[in-house]
């Protein structure tokens, strides 16, 4: 099967890629090995740096609103956190001082998100915070199982039965400015969202859930639902196996499934993540790239791997493939010529350029995706 | 009475104080028991989880070892929710000496223990896991047992029993009158507050700190640390005992315990010093692993969920550097008679196995001095929880069908599990996905079993134990943590020190999937949480 | 020996980093609160199986093994795989008559055919269904698939001579449900491969694949199935043949499911088992071959991938092809699962979480409004007919119905 461009992984930095090459009129394969870190998006793009406009245009094209204002985000367990561009689920506040008060709203045995957390936090920052639990019979059977009142299940009920919750909780509401609600509905699309939040005189802020993240698994669908429609083949559950190389040219990947009908094409991205989606391997004496065997620099010494404190910056997470300046892989000292390294596969090694966490998919995926153009011009 | 005098104080919150403090409050004593941490934190909950039988004594120190064959046959009757009856192998290996064996077998009839020849290839089918090139097994009568859930009940049987417990208070100095002592000085580590107790017995059971226990005493008694590191593999690999068929050495015993099994030991000395901060090098997980995969070569494969040490509390007899010939028997130290100094005792070396001999023979020591004569009768007094022979013999006794939750539930406490659970979905559900650990059993462990944090939490309901270490459980734990105790800013400094605790087991074996894990845990904790 | 060398643990669930990712897309737990999920029915109750077999959970039997979980798992844990092997190991209540009769598709179908206008008759009647619901607790609202007069084994052997003439030659593992339900499938196939200038034989001895016995806890059943088919194979492999199927999952059976979860030894004819339309689209797009199409033919096709074949990931194949016919106005369903899953929806205590299950796929089929379905999978097929009125097609059906007369 041909392609121009195959990108290997299909979260954030693989799909972003996709989507602005196909935009461009280009035939593209996006290979992933199951789903991804989109999974567990907080919903802040962290380190958008410069890429912030051009990214909620991308998105908005696929159905994804953002939000694009400096503020603050309220985390899960009550901290505050600087912001520049969020998904639109995400409430930004001016200041640290978030309302005079607030209700948080959760649903009875709901232990995903946490209340009494975000009530104290905010109550430092002068807002006076009342808790109250509600539950609906539409939900009851959730609980039959002790392990599946999840955010995602509980959302899938909520996209449906959201009117109950919300009168429970106009009878709750007394003078607060403003109701929390975990992040539990519109998993399909954000009309519930919109709905829920025109119902209150109080203004509603959606805070983070455990994972999985509703409104992850939506930007998720959303943006691959926009990839396929736009002609991109996406290949979910497979996993490229090996690749054929020839002085410096990747010419065909082959997968697991589609084995002897190998996947050719003129360029190919690494957007494979790091050690939790595989794209970077480690035992106890190395860290390496499983596919390409590209360069990785780190000590031998493994004890130089880990800082002993758990929130420290961790030196394994600066470890990444190396790259020349216009992202391509270097393998045995020599960029391939048509192999590019995107996303966190990058560890921290162009942390300088391109930031890291969301910032870094979405910054070298668009860099990667121009020069692409730019050579195809 | 005043409310701070006692008959009798125990130093220390280990297994042997547990067992003391039991044993001393069955007997009608007005029991105090003073632990610096929580429950368990010494050598007591980092250790194999061996129910020895006694054969790995036989051979070097048959007096051990008898010991140990009387005490495992007590457990399985008064603590049988503690232990899992497995029974053990041991067995030779091409490059080992078959005619140790022989030997091996003859010690053991000796000491009590029920050793038996079985054929190669009949114990690899009874235990596939094993090295399939070993030439020789003999079966004995091993097990494992939870050092934190026995530690637990003995705790709260003396508890219940009218001991008064005092965790987290640190013993700071005595009160001594002429050669007497009558009592201590505590500061206690959560309330930042300082006090006194009276008793005319104190019994230091302070584990290896019992030689800077002894030191604020006045007395002397030399301590001999040896550092013992173990691995703990994500699943149960093997579901018997193995052990090596050959004089004592390092990493030759693979146990099964609860959901996982656990290799070890090494054995190193160390300063005194560093008894508060043990660490796993990489040579010694190297060490572990190499000599793991000889008992079973499965280890070589599979995912190790964390590395941990212990110290355990030998008394020096002689120059031996490396520990392994001091004798693992029992101390019970009068330190009237040794040191003139009065209302003083000492209860050290020993073993897990040997908890509630080590406690009567203090407990004895203790009523002899009290003049008090009643006899010890921990040997047949079930410990809170233990009935029933199999744990699904308990399940149903207790329910009808019962649920995964449920099963999980008695796995851990036995016959206690009924109190925990409550007809309530909401206490049902889970908060420890791994290991199956509920609401129910999480919010009974606060009320019941003096939880401060998430760690003690752990040590009392294996909350965190499992494959994630914490990744999934840890919140959800500390979100009821800061709704029993009222307090947000606590819990999640707690959760903190939790997730770093368990880092630190996470580290020293952190490659493949457990590095995975630990990227995987760091994105939830600070990108999406925002701890 | 290299010690902890290998990028993951040999043990496939300890590769389960808890994520959760799998409980978001199993298709049972939204309407099933019965069943466990993905996650604790599989890693996470492996672990406490391996520490006691007391342990295993009968709510197992609610997984549709539709293997969603292991298509979405990041870390490439054979969820479905570890469920069903725990219920192959584990369970040993035998299966209740109902079961036996849904699980034995071949000897039904033997039984059935010689007088099949009769079973037609009879299954289609309203107090038929009425006593099978009552007595046997097969749902009142299914329709028993329909069995044929003549089974397509007898139809092709008839023609063998004039197959045996092309001088390219597959064999055709045919499957229960083109033998002795749908034989028109079989034809179909039979023709489009003939277009292809390739004759099709049959292998020497077929036996059912064996996933409806899997399904219905009879693997020791189906592991003697597995081993004759094997056998069989390895006969048509051995005189140099591809064996092409037009069964997603009985392709899926004979690939994947022999060795993870029966332990049958398939590794030699493996690679050689492929679905027919993958087959068709290398051999057309390696330019070796090619299929002219009516210059009028026109449809608006819906397709929606089976679960096992996306599973196998081959769905790209189908579809590629269904484009290639001029005049296709095609669509491209979600992925979701049908909710009948072979045998599963046709039992009274699945129906409402099985049709539950697949309103989502139905309500986009009702949106979409196609000509018709197309689908790889016969079990689908009667799902999506029985619940919206709409044809379903198989890709080779299509391909044969636009072929260029």
């Not at chain 1, 130089?304 to 045995?332: C, I, M």
């Not at chain 2, 008394?315 to 010939?325: E, K, M, T």
Request: glycine share 8%; with cysteine.
């Amino acid at each position: 099967m041909r392609f121009d461009t195959v990108i290997i992984g299909g979260g954030l930095a693989g799909l972003t890629a996709g989507i602005s090459l196909q935009e461009a009129g280009q035939k593209v394969a996006i290979v992933s090995a199951g789903q991804n870190a989109m999974h567990f998006f907080s919903g802040n793009f962290e380190e958008i740096g410069t890429a912030r406009e051009r990214v909620s245009a991308l998105f908005a094209s696929a159905g994804v609103r953002t939000h694009s204002s400096d503020g603050w985000m309220l985390m899960p367990m009550g901290s505050m956190r600087e912001v520049s561009l969020t998904l639109d689920d995400v409430a930004v506040f001016p200041d640290k001082h978030v309302a005079e008060k607030a209700l948080i709203v959760n649903y009875t045995g709901f232990h995903d998100f946490y209340g009494t957390f975000l009530a104290e936090a905010l109550e430092k920052n002068g807002t006076t915070c009342r808790i109250r639990f509600v539950r609906i019979p539409e939900m009851e059977h959730l609980r039959l199982s002790p392990s599946e009142m999840r955010s995602v299940n509980i959302a899938r009920v909520m996209d449906e039965h959201w009117e109950k919750v919300v009168s429970d909780i106009r009878v709750l509401l007394k003078d607060e400015d403003l109701i929390l609600l975990p992040q539990v509905f519109g998993l399909k699309d954000l009309s519930v969202l919109d709905k829920i939040r025109t119902a209150f005189p109080a203004r509603v802020a959606f805070i983070g859930t455990m994972p999985p993240s509703v409104p992850g698994i939506r930007t998720q669908m959303l943006l691959k639902r926009r990839f396929e429609v736009l002609g991109g083949t996406f290949l979910m559950g497979d996993e490229v196996t090996s690749a054929a190389m020839h002085e410096g040219i990747v010419s065909s990947v082959t997968t697991r499934n589609l084995d002897t009908a190998r996947l050719f094409a003129d360029h190919f991205i690494l957007a494979t993540g790091g050690y939790f989606s595989k794209g970077l391997v480690s035992t106890p004496t190395l860290v390496n790239e499983p596919l390409f065997g590209l360069d990785i620099d780190y000590p031998e010494d493994r004890n130089a791997w880990y800082d002993p404190d758990f929130f420290a910056d961790q030196p394994y997470l600066n470890f990444g493939v190396k790259t020349d300046e216009s992202l391509r892989a270097v393998k045995d000292g020599v960029p391939l010529q048509n192999l590019y390294a995107i996303g966190s596969i990058l560890g921290n090694t162009r942390k300088a350029d391109y930031g890291s966490a969301a910032g870094l998919a979405i910054r070298t995926a668009f860099a990667v995706a121009d020069t692409i153009k730019g050579g195809n011009v | 009475m005043k409310r701070n005098e006692y008959d009798v104080i125990i130093v220390g919150g280990g297994i042997t104080g547990a067992g003391t403090a039991r044993d001393c409050a069955m007997r009608g004593l007005r029991v105090l028991l003073i632990e610096r941490h929580d429950i368990a934190t010494g050598a007591t909950g980092r250790n194999h989880g061996l129910l020895h039988s006694g054969a790995r004594y036989a051979v070097t120190d048959q007096e051990s070892a008898s010991e140990c064959i009387r005490e495992n046959m007590i457990l399985r009757q008064i603590a049988s929710h503690c232990v899992d009856e497995t029974d053990g192998f041991f067995i030779t290996l091409p490059e080992d000496d078959l005619n140790y064996q022989a030997k091996f077998v003859e010690s053991c009839l000796a000491a009590g223990i029920n050793a038996e020849i079985v054929d190669p290839k009949e114990a690899l089918r009874m235990e596939p896991s094993m090295n399939p090139d070993l030439i020789g097994a003999v079966k004995v009568p091993d097990g494992s047992v939870d050092p934190f859930r026995l530690c637990a009940a003995n705790m709260l049987d003396a508890k219940l029993h009218g001991a008064q417990v005092l965790l987290y208070t640190e013993v700071t100095g005595f009160i001594k009158e002429g050669d007497r002592i009558q009592g201590i000085r505590t500061y206690n580590h959560q309330t930042h507050k300082s006090g006194e107790y009276y008793a005319p017995i104190t019994v230091n059971a302070a584990g290896i700190w019992g030689q800077h226990i002894a030191e604020l005493a006045g007395v002397k008694i030399g301590m001999f640390p040896a550092k013992g590191a173990l691995l703990i593999f994500a699943h149960r690999v093997n579901g018997i005992v193995i052990n090596r068929c050959r004089k004592p050495a390092n990493a030759d015993i693979l146990v099964p315990g609860d959901t996982v099994c656990v290799i070890g030991t090494t054995s190193t000395k160390i300063p005194f010093e560093e008894c508060d901060n043990v660490k796993v090098t990489p040579d010694e997980v190297n060490l572990l692993i190499e000599e793991g995969a000889k008992l079973a070569p499965a280890l070589a494969s599979t995912r190790i969920l964390r590395a941990y040490a212990g110290v355990r509390p030998l008394v020096s007899a002689d120059n031996d550097p490396s520990g392994r010939n001091i004798s693992r028997g029992i101390v019970c130290l009068d330190h009237e008679t040794r040191d003139g100094l009065k209302g003083f005792i000492t209860i050290t070396g020993g073993k897990l196995m040997t908890y509630r001999l080590m406690a009567e023979m203090a407990t004895d020591l203790v009523c002899r001095k009290l003049a008090v004569d009643k006899a010890c009768a921990t040997a047949e007094t079930p410990l809170p929880g233990s009935g029933g022979k199999s744990f699904r013999e308990v399940a149903e006794k207790i329910w009808e069908n019962p649920t995964t939750v449920q099963k999980a539930a008695v796995g851990r406490l036995g016959m206690a599990a009924e109190r925990m659970q409550s007809s309530d979905s909401v206490s049902q559900s889970l908060v420890c996905e791994c290991e199956e650990v509920s609401v129910g059993e999480i919010n009974s462990a606060i009320e019941r079993l003096d939880v401060n944090g998430l760690t003690d939490l752990r040590r009392r309901t294996r909350v965190g134990m499992g494959t994630c270490q914490g990744e999934l459980c840890g919140c959800r734990a500390a979100g009821l943590l800061a709704k029993a105790h009222g307090c947000a800013d606590r819990a999640r400094e707690d959760l903190k020190d939790f997730m770093t605790e368990r880092w630190k087991g996470m580290y020293p074996i952190g490659w493949g999937d457990a590095l995975r894990e630990a990227e995987y845990t760091q994105w939830v904790y600070k990108h999406v949480l925002g701890v | 020996m290299k010690l902890q060398e290998f990028t993951a643990s040999a043990h496939n669930f300890e590769e389960c980093m808890k994520c959760t990712i799998c409980t978001a897309y199993c298709p049972v737990v939204p309407v099933n609160p019965r069943y466990p999920g993905p996650k604790q029915a599989g890693p996470d109750g492996e672990r406490l199986r391996l520490k006691d077999p007391y342990f295993f959970n009968q709510a197992l039997k609610y997984c549709l093994n539709c293997k969603r979980c292991e298509v979405v798992c990041p870390s490439g844990v054979k969820v479905a795989d570890i469920i069903q092997s725990a219920r192959i190991r584990y369970d040993h209540t035998p299966p209740r008559l109902r079961d036996r009769v849904l699980a034995n598709t071949d000897f039904m179908g033997r039984l059935a055919r010689p007088f099949a206008p009769i079973v037609n008759g009879v299954t289609s009647l309203g107090v038929t269904k009425t006593v099978l619901d009552v007595t046997f607790a097969i749902d009142r609202h299914r329709t028993f698939p329909k069995y044929s007069g003549r089974s397509f084994e007898g139809w092709l052997k008839r023609r063998a001579k004039e197959q045996a003439k092309f001088p390219k030659q597959v064999a055709y593992f045919h499957g229960c449900y083109a033998n002795y339900n749908y034989p028109q499938l079989g034809k179909d196939f039979v023709k489009v491969m003939n277009a292809l200038g390739i004759g099709v034989q049959l292998l020497e001895k077929e036996k059912c694949c064996g996933v409806a016995l899997i399904a219905n806890g009879m693997s020791q059943k189906a592991a003697r199935n597995a081993g004759q088919n094997v056998q069989a194979l390895q006969k048509a492999v051995d005189a140099g043949l591809t064996v092409l199927t037009t069964s997603s999952t009985c392709t899926m059976t004979l690939r994947d499911e022999y060795p993870e979860l029966l332990k049958v030894d398939n590794a030699s004819v493996r690679d050689s088992v492929i679905l027919a339309t993958r087959y068709i689209y290398q051999l057309i797009e390696s330019g070796a071959a090619q299929l002219r199409f009516k210059e009028n033919y026109r449809a608006r096709i819906a397709y929606h991938m089976p679960c096992h074949l996306e599973k196998l990931g081959w769905g790209i194949f189908s579809y590629e092809l269904l484009k290639m016919i001029p005049g296709v106005e095609f669509t491209l369903l979600d992925s979701n699962c049908c909710g009948i899953s072979g045998t599963y929806g046709f039992k009274k205590e699945n129906y409402e979480a099985s049709q539950a299950i697949g309103k989502p796929l139905f309500d986009q089929i009702r949106s979409v409004n196609p000509d018709f379905v197309a689908c790889d999978c016969e079990t689908c097929k009667w799902q999506l007919e029985m619940s919206t009125g709409y044809t379903v097609k198989n890709p080779i059906s299509i391909l044969a119905e636009a072929l260029e007369d």
